[in-house]
């Protein structure tokens, strides 16, 4: 999708990329056909001059330079060219705001490998493997884990971020994750009614009692956040192209959320007052 975006471009919005698509222009490749096309925001070349550096970013494999061009809503068409360099990230913590609060887990999934940091182990490694990365996959993380991320690490989160609260609301998905989620048929099994106020109490129970079980049951929850973002970011991406006019680009194969390591303790979940577990 993303050779097939003119969005990005200074002075083109949604109605001017429109017109060129019914045009015919459906691509970079046609617009450089066509040499420079007249655009009232624009000087003589500079239409074309952009096309040009938008084969060249896509050659480097420049996300953030049209992350930083395109808007929240319009993330989702970076997808489909930077979905093997993408990490799906959540972050849970003490539950109160910055700076009193601190992250006590961060779990990260980037597509084939499911990662997670703990506070007072290993929370440090995460600064490091993020950097591999070109896309930032999340659910409202442009206003909450992100920031907290880098307040965190005092490390700038340069790449692409894709937040899917954003992506989404536009298809009529509002609320909570838990709540799109819901309106996909997804079940979160022994998870389900557990919420960010529970992942607080895991926490302190972890650190009160001891108990392995309460950190395997936060980890679950966190891992359980980002697993369910890949199925979700692929339907949000052809919904969105489905509403596009024709365009020589397809949809991608839906995909199921991957298998959840961690076990989630209905016993632990109980004694932090989860009703039901």
Same mark, same amino acid.
């Given at each position: 999708?993303?050779?097939?975006?003119?969005? =990005?471009?200074?002075?083109?919005?949604?109605? @001017?990329?429109?017109?060129?698509?019914?045009?015919?222009?459906?691509?970079?490749?046609?617009?450089?056909?066509?040499?420079?096309?007249?655009?009232?925001?624009?000087?003589?070349?500079?239409?074309?001059?952009?096309? &040009?550096?938008?084969?060249?970013?896509?050659?480097?494999?420049?996300? #953030?330079?049209?992350?930083?061009?395109?808007?929240? &809503?319009?993330?989702?068409?970076?997808? &489909?060219?930077?979905?093997?360099?993408?990490? $799906?990230?959540?972050?849970? !913590?003490?539950?109160?705001?910055?700076?009193?609060? =601190?992250?006590?887990?961060? #779990?990260?999934?980037?597509?084939?490998?499911?990662?997670?940091?703990?506070?007072?182990?290993?929370?440090?490694? @995460? #600064?490091?493997?993020?950097?591999? $990365?070109?896309?930032?996959?999340?659910? %409202?993380?442009?206003?909450?884990?992100?920031?907290?991320?880098?307040? !965190?690490?005092?490390?700038?989160?340069?790449?692409?971020?894709?937040?899917?609260?954003?992506?989404?609301?536009?298809?009529?998905?509002?609320?909570?994750?838990?709540?799109?989620?819901?309106? @996909?048929?997804?079940?979160?099994?022994?998870?389900?009614?557990?919420?960010? $106020?529970?992942?607080?109490?895991?926490?302190?129970?972890?650190? %009160?009692?001891?108990?392995?079980?309460?950190?395997?049951?936060?980890?679950?929850? %966190?891992?359980?956040?980002?697993?369910?973002?890949?199925?979700?970011?692929?339907?949000?991406?052809?919904?969105?192209?489905?509403?596009?006019?024709?365009?020589?680009?397809?949809?991608?194969?839906?995909?199921?959320?991957?298998? %959840?390591?961690?076990?989630?303790?209905?016993?632990?979940?109980?004694?932090?007052?989860?009703?039901?577990?």
């Amino acid at each position: 999708m993303i050779t097939s975006t003119f969005r =990005h471009l200074p002075g083109v919005g949604a109605a @001017f990329e429109e017109r060129l698509w019914r045009g015919g222009c459906l691509t970079w490749q046609d617009a450089a056909a066509r040499g420079d096309i007249p655009c009232r925001r624009y000087e003589a070349g500079t239409f074309s001059s952009g096309v &040009a550096d938008s084969h060249a970013r896509l050659a480097a494999g420049d996300a #953030a330079w049209f992350g930083q061009r395109l808007g929240a &809503a319009d993330q989702w068409r970076l997808f &489909a060219a930077f979905r093997h360099q993408a990490a $799906y990230v959540d972050i849970e !913590t003490t539950g109160l705001g910055w700076p009193e609060s =601190h992250i006590t887990t961060i #779990a990260l999934w980037d597509g084939s490998e499911l990662r997670t940091y703990v506070h007072g182990e290993n929370l440090d490694d @995460f #600064a490091d493997d993020i950097r591999a $990365y070109k896309l930032l996959v999340t659910f %409202n993380g442009r206003g909450f884990d992100a920031p907290f991320i880098e307040q !965190t690490f005092r490390q700038k989160l340069d790449m692409a971020h894709l937040d899917l609260r954003w992506v989404l609301k536009p298809l009529g998905y509002s609320g909570g994750l838990k709540r799109v989620e819901r309106a @996909f048929g997804l079940d979160r099994g022994a998870l389900t009614g557990v919420d960010g $106020y529970t992942a607080v109490l895991l926490w302190r129970h972890w650190q %009160n009692s001891g108990d392995a079980r309460a950190l395997e049951t936060l980890l679950a929850y %966190n891992a359980e956040d980002v697993l369910t973002l890949e199925p979700l970011a692929v339907h949000a991406y052809n919904a969105h192209l489905a509403g596009l006019p024709a365009l020589p680009e397809h949809p991608l194969p839906q995909c199921g959320r991957a298998g %959840n390591p961690f076990d989630a303790s209905p016993e632990v979940l109980r004694k932090v007052g989860v009703r039901g577990a």
